[in-house]
């Protein structure tokens, strides 16, 4: 059966973020079978019907945005437990993961689901989380998303509990998770190698499953948090920086995602773009964390080599909120900070790392991450008939620095309308909200992982 068409009509503006970088006012998107078939003022779509239209004359519309680093699955039911003095709960995080059971997994996958889509998310990269894929694709399927899915692996021993694997074992694992998933939900999932990091794989197996991504012509994801500490002890036991070494031993290419990013050097910097291997950063975490952004974070001179720059959410307890726009915002506003220089990551590079820079980073430029025809229908309807959003001069700035998700009132995946009208329609959130409280409470009792839940008394 043919997919229904719709139409976006009298936008207020379209944010295409093509070649041109086009701000069409006054817009017109028609969506047919699931793809953008036209795109350009009201007036010459004026002609064009469809099943549905949608009157957006409030609206900003913007391609749906990709987040390219995102833990699903444990942290929703414990978000918020651990206190800011907390400088490192890795070993907490991964203990609470390796404690999820299924159903358990499923529900917080949904709750994580509901605030990715509700905040214009249309598709995510998940590093490796998600231990029970197959309780969570009707979960997937049901909220319509595109989500990069992989199985963790490492082979080395690790300071945090990670899926340890002899190589042999984790390759095949790999190889057959690719064969399982990839290009299921018409394409919507689609699965790389996902090694955990360097430090805790090693040199076979990472290149094998390079090797593994070439193969199936899919991507490879791992954790690259380089830095001072990081180069040395890196440059004391094989002679290289982290980067030049992931280099030596073939594990670069334009299929390869590194993770956060921090702290590279010069000289990592040009093999990252030499090698256009891409980067996902998540400038929340980032902050929140206080991994030190003035001195190590280096975004500015990967846009300036044009190496392409997703921007991710990290999980639930890194940067807390899985708002795309907030990141945005946190991206824009922190390079300017660190550098004291206010043309550090303009509101246009911020959402072109959200949207089409995202979409490459992640394999998925050719098909998505911008408005034009013949691309796949991937929309977010922003209402600007909010506080936040007046006046409207510049789209762009009312975007990465005045607004949030909360405004995002219509999201389009596949050309299927998945929020309508801000609500989404494949869970009860009420419902779900409770389920998700009551999961965190079995899980901190189980694991026996919690603090104190405020420094005020709570009475
Ligand atoms: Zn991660």
Redesign the pocket.
Known sequence: MPQPSLKIDHARYILTLDRQRRIIQDGAILVENGRISRVGKAAELRDARADRTIDARHMVVTPGFFNG?M?ISYAHPVRGIFPDEQASPLVHVFNLQAAMTEEEEYHTTLLGLVELVRNGTVCFLD?GSTKFPDACLQAYEDAGIRVILGECVTDQPAPFTLPRYPAPEAVARTTSFIGKWNGRLEGRIRAWAMPFSHETCSAGLLETLKRVADEHQTGLTL?HNSGNKARQEMVARHGHTPTAYLESIGVLGSNVLL?HCLGLDEAELDCIARTRASVAMCPVTAGKGGRGVPDHGRMPELLARGVAVALGC?SPNNSNHLDMVRTMNMAAIQYKDARQDTGKIPAEAALEMATIRGAEAMGLGAELGSIEAGKKADLVAFDTLRPEWQALWNPLNNLVYNADGRSVHTVVIDGRVVVDAYRQTFVDEPRLYARVQEIGERLQARTGISFPRSRWPMS
């Open positions: 680093h833990h590093p954790h993770a990290d």
